[in-house]
């Protein structure tokens, strides 16, 4: 009997692929699947639209025209299921709402290259760079918060992927974990709309010291009633601008606000003959 079951135990153990046992997650190979489903939960058209991995910066400023979400490789690396890889995702087509990309064209359109002092320092010109920047991704993580909720993704993965990331050396100074501007920014929004995905958790280490540091924020802003003052404020113009261009994006049938100023100032004026 004994050497039958040995026998059925080898047998069985032949037949499954090797890979099987040994099968790790590709957040790269969920993501057309991941970002349909964020679409479709949200009620914009997939139609033609395609999502692809890109080992540079995304660049998504030619979504109208092309309808490709390009998604970056390296953010990817940080994610470890689906509720991660719709984080990284979501915060493409956040910026994609948002109108980031045609902004900083129309932007860069209107603003003729001078000589003045200004113009000329690296420094203040970095300083300038790096605020528009993480100003615009505190945007999109907030829009992708919205559309990973309506999806059935847990927005926790949001923090989670932001705190993975390699921390800078004055955040191992202070103590705080990588990226804490930016996921106290959507652990806030969290807090504020959807206080119930609080309750949820999540579970991994990660998520976990995170807390140990927005706990510390969080007892601090009720000792302060100008910071809870702010808070309230900063939030709820915060839920309705995101809630606001959700719904104009939509209703313009997938073209943000920038897009369309973007597009009104590329059209060729036509020229009258005499």
């Known amino acids: 009997?004994?050497?039958?079951?040995?026998?059925?135990?080898?047998?069985?153990?032949?037949?499954?692929?090797?890979?099987?046992?040994?099968?790790?997650?590709?957040?790269?190979?969920?993501?057309?699947?991941?970002?349909?489903?964020?679409?479709?939960?949200?009620?914009?058209?997939?139609?033609?639209?395609?999502?692809?991995?890109?080992?540079?910066?995304?660049?998504n400023?030619?979504?109208?025209?092309?309808?490709?979400?390009?998604?970056?490789?390296?953010?990817?690396?940080?994610?470890?299921?689906?509720?991660?890889?719709?984080?990284?995702v979501a915060t493409e087509?956040?910026?994609?709402?948002?109108?980031?990309?045609?902004?900083?064209?129309v932007i860069s359109m209107l603003t003729t290259p001078t000589t003045t002092e200004v113009q000329t320092n690296a420094a203040v010109q970095t300083f300038a760079s790096n605020y528009k920047t993480t100003k615009q991704d505190k945007e999109?993580?907030?829009v992708a918060v919205n559309l990973m909720v309506n999806a059935g993704y847990n927005p926790l993965a949001l923090i989670v992927v932001l705190t993975k990331q390699t921390g800078t050396y004055?955040?191992?100074?202070?103590?705080r974990p990588a990226n804490a501007e930016k996921a106290m920014n959507v652990y806030d929004y969290i807090s504020y709309v959807y206080p119930d995905k609080l309750k949820v958790g999540y579970g991994c280490n990660?998520?976990?010291?995170?807390?140990?540091?927005?706990?510390?924020?969080?007892?601090?802003?009720?000792?302060?009633?100008k910071l809870?003052?702010?808070?309230?404020?900063?939030?709820?113009k915060a839920k309705k601008k995101?809630?606001?261009?959700?719904?104009?994006?939509?209703?313009?049938?997938?073209?943000?606000?920038w897009d369309a100023v973007y597009g009104l100032l590329n059209t060729p004026v036509p020229t009258t003959t005499k």
């Open 1 to 59: 009997m004994k050497k039958v079951l040995l026998s059925l135990f080898i047998a069985i153990a032949v037949a499954i692929p090797a890979s099987a046992a040994t099968t790790t997650y590709s957040s790269a190979a969920r993501v057309q699947e991941v970002g349909e489903k964020l679409l479709t939960s949200n009620g914009i058209p997939k139609t033609n639209v395609q999502f692809m991995v890109v080992s540079d910066t995304p660049n």
């Open 61 to 88: 400023s030619e979504f109208v025209n092309n309808k490709v979400i390009n998604v970056s490789s390296a953010e990817l690396a940080f994610a470890g299921n689906d509720n991660e890889t719709a984080a990284v």
């Open 93 to 105: 087509i956040g910026h994609i709402i948002m109108g980031h990309g045609s902004k900083n064209k």
């Open 140 to 142: 999109a993580d907030l």
């Open 170 to 175: 004055w955040d191992t100074l202070a103590g």
């Open 206 to 225: 990660e998520y976990r010291n995170f807390l140990l540091y927005a706990d510390n924020q969080v007892s601090l802003r009720k000792e302060n009633k």
């Open 228 to 236: 809870t003052k702010l808070y309230n404020k900063t939030y709820t």
């Open 242 to 257: 995101t809630a606001n261009n959700i719904t104009k994006f939509k209703t313009r049938g997938g073209i943000s606000g």
